[in-house]
């Protein structure tokens, strides 16, 4: 049984930084294969950060292109978010995901969520 569980989220003035971190167990997932997402109240879940098929490399979303980085610890089958200069409206719960075919879009598995909030 696949299980993803995230940690590390809180509460952090804007500036600040957090760094989440998502563990996963049942399957061992590529780079390629993890991604995280948010949902903020009142929106839609939308993608944030993720990895490539070709060359190892990572891709995100342009809000948050250049304050978040995701890596990954294959030792420990983690990966995680580090986020930069925080602004309120990064607040929202943060969601780690993998995908079990990283040759189709949609992800297969998904954590429970953490939550970020980032005060003025």
């Known amino acids: 049984q696949v299980q993803l569980m995230e940690s590390g989220g809180g509460l952090v003035q804007a500036g600040g930084s957090l760094r989440l971190s998502c563990a996963a167990s049942?399957?061992?997932?590529?780079?390629?294969?993890m991604g995280w997402f948010r949902q903020a109240p009142g929106k839609g879940r939308e993608f944030v950060a993720g990895?490539?098929?070709?060359?190892?490399?990572?891709y995100y979303a342009d809000s948050v292109k250049g304050r978040f980085t995701i890596s990954r610890d294959n030792a420990k089958n983690t990966v995680y978010l580090q986020m930069d200069n925080l602004k309120p409206e990064d607040t929202a719960v943060y969601y780690c995901?993998?995908?079990?075919?990283?040759?189709?879009?949609?992800?297969?598995?998904w954590g429970q969520g953490t939550q970020v909030t980032v005060s003025s």
């Open positions: 049942g399957r061992t997932f590529s780079s390629a294969a």
């Open positions: 995901a993998a995908r079990s075919n990283i040759w189709l879009p949609q992800y297969d598995y």
């Open positions: 990895g490539r098929r070709i060359g190892n490399s990572t």
